[in-house]
């Protein structure tokens, strides 16, 4: 099974549903897109997420009324550093769309979601824990995973893998 | 849309009438190292605040300075219950980034150590869950059964809890002689077993008054909470990850999923109990019709070549040596797998730069969503509940914290 090439051209991924979707709702919003190893990316500018993932858990062709995950990947030292991953499930079509949001280093903000979903309540705290990214809105943004009086934040790349002695 | 705990832990004069309880985390029926802090009114719940952390080691981050191979016996470590679900996740994540096909033999025993991983955990909840509620017996019924599949695992992988026998590619070793006959005298007598745990509890006075209409959860919470698996389906959301979006050849498999349309503590005890059956009898199929053929996949530069291969022929110590020394690069992407483990949605988000190690391991976890439905569940219930739904959302703290 030799691995298909990565489709990233919109025009060609504009049938998907999650993408023609988000395309009908904001054409302005969706940065990018990718189709690769069958699964779905769309990316959207950061100020947008909270209304995109409003927009598909109720919309009536792929309504994704599950979320699965909020995650982020550091891609240090490039720019726009971080990407927040949000994997969205449709229980009804059985099919997933990934959501991402690209933060440069200087403006480590994203609304939150827990509007939207109160499950993304521990995943963000995650992510702000271990990541240091801020969401808006949220209602207790605190540390969960370390110690609150931690400096630093573990998983991002500048951060040693045995600590710091 | 559930609500969300406000954690406002009250200490303002005038508002004495409540108390805090700290619960945990050195708690027996908190299942592991969960702290809950609680507001309570004489009895009843007002308030909870779980708090998590306390077994956080940093998985993630220790994945990410690992080979790709090396990364397997990590997986265990989350959840010490469902170690074969763990690996399988894993490596169906990896072999889906490298587009690695696995052959149906290594499938159907991937499937069939599962669910026997599935049925080992539900039967440390049973017991444990019982445990908790009073009902000693049980807990001695389930560690006997236990005790017999964890004995199978020994067999096959040399190790009773930390298998890691499934690998990139397959499985780490061909099954051993006369490995499947006893699997099928285990599954044989263990519909029985069965049996013997439903007759102390399903329909047991004492069980039902502690468990019906307790800790309810209805669908739109469960939903908007992120419960998965049992906890999903007891509040009548039917959907099964094996069934509506199948992974390693469960599309070959006909099982039953359970659901409920009553959402409290019995119903989520049903459900469970329901899928011990389902999973023996998945078990079965599995042994009856057990393809042959190799249990590695023909991938000489992802998959350790044989030891008798590798002492005759020059290219198979290589790639031995190649593998072991410098690991195997993988074509740079990201994927999200999923799979239906004991304790609902199990997912691994694995990112390659292209490197031999992974960028970004991310496993999100069915206890740690399933842990924010508690709340909800036992505000303004009574303390002594508290127990009953903490043991029925099944919640294993390894995984939680990573």
């Excluded at chain 1, 030799?2 to 054409?27: F, S, V």
């Excluded at chain 2, 696995?102 to 444990?128: D, F």
């Excluded at chain 2, 959907?239 to 359970?258: A, C, H, I, Q, S």
Aim: proline fraction near 7%; include cysteine; aromatic fraction near 10%.
């Amino acid at each position: 099974m030799a691995l298909a090439p990565a489709i990233t051209d919109i025009e060609l991924l504009k049938d998907h549903p999650a993408l023609a979707a988000l395309l009908a709702w904001n054409r302005a919003a969706v940065e990018a897109a990718k189709f690769d190893r069958d699964e779905m990316t769309v990316w959207v500018s950061a100020g947008s997420i909270r209304e995109a993932c409003s927009m598909l858990r109720d919309h009536k062709d792929f309504p994704c009324n599950f979320l699965e995950d909020i995650t982020c990947v550091d891609w240090y030292p490039s720019e726009p550093r971080f990407e927040v991953v949000y994997h969205l499930l449709s229980m009804a079509k059985k099919d997933r769309v990934r959501l991402k949001v690209k933060l440069t280093s200087g403006q480590l903000t994203v609304p939150s979601i827990t509007s939207v979903w109160p499950s993304a309540n521990f995943p963000e705290r995650e992510v702000f824990d271990l990541f240091g990214i801020r969401f808006e809105d949220h209602p207790y943004l605190r540390r969960i995973m370390m110690p609150e009086d931690w400096e630093g934040h573990p998983l991002r790349k500048d951060f040693p893998v045995e600590g710091y002695r | 849309m559930g609500n969300l705990t406000l954690p406002v832990i009250a200490t303002e004069p005038g508002q004495d009438r409540t108390m805090i309880l700290n619960m945990g985390p050195q708690h027996p029926s908190t299942h592991g190292v969960l702290r809950l802090v609680l507001e309570i009114d004489g009895e009843t719940v007002i308030r909870v605040l779980p708090d998590i952390g306390y077994l956080h080691t940093g998985i993630e981050k220790t994945c990410e300075a690992k080979f790709y191979q090396q990364v397997v016996p990590m997986t265990d470590r989350i959840d010490y219950l469902c170690p074969m679900s763990n690996n399988l996740c894993y490596v169906l994540a990896a072999e889906k980034l490298l587009g690695l096909e696995i052959p149906p033999k290594a499938q159907w025993v991937r499937v069939m150590l599962n669910e026997l991983t599935r049925i080992n955990s539900h039967l440390v909840w049973l017991g444990t869950h019982a445990l908790d509620m009073g009902a000693m017996s049980v807990f001695l019924y389930c560690f006997r059964e236990r005790e017999d599949i964890l004995r199978l695992f020994e067999m096959v992988s040399g190790q009773r809890m930390m298998t890691s026998y499934f690998r990139i590619g397959g499985l780490a070793l061909e099954p051993p002689i006369g490995f499947f006959e006893r699997v099928k005298k285990f599954a044989d007598r263990f519909p029985t077993n069965v049996d013997e745990y439903e007759n102390l509890l399903t329909n047991n006075p004492i069980w039902k008054g502690r468990t019906k209409g307790v800790a309810r959860l209805t669908a739109e919470d469960a939903i908007a909470l992120g419960a998965t698996g049992p906890t999903l389906r007891a509040s009548g959301v039917d959907f099964d990850l094996r069934r509506d979006m199948p992974y390693t050849g469960y599309e070959n498999f006909k099982f039953k999923v359970p659901v409920s349309q009553d959402g409290d503590v019995y119903a989520r005890y049903m459900c469970r109990v329901q899928e011990l059956r389902e999973s023996i009898s998945i078990v079965g199929q599995a042994l009856a019709g057990m393809p042959e053929g190799p249990v590695k996949a023909d991938a000489p530069k992802v998959v350790l070549p044989d030891r008798e291969q590798m002492k005759t022929q020059m290219e198979a110590l290589i790639y031995h040596f190649k593998i072991v020394s410098e690991g195997f690069t993988v074509p740079a992407g990201e994927v999200y797998q999923s799979i239906e483990s004991p304790r609902g949605e199990m997912a691994y988000y694995v990112v390659s730069d292209g490197t031999a190690k992974p960028y970004r391991v991310h496993m999100r976890t069915p206890s740690y969503f399933n842990l924010q439905v508690l709340p909800s569940m036992i505000v303004g219930r009574l303390l002594a509940d508290v127990v009953a739904a903490i043991g029925s959302i099944d919640i294993v703290l390894g995984e939680i914290d990573r």
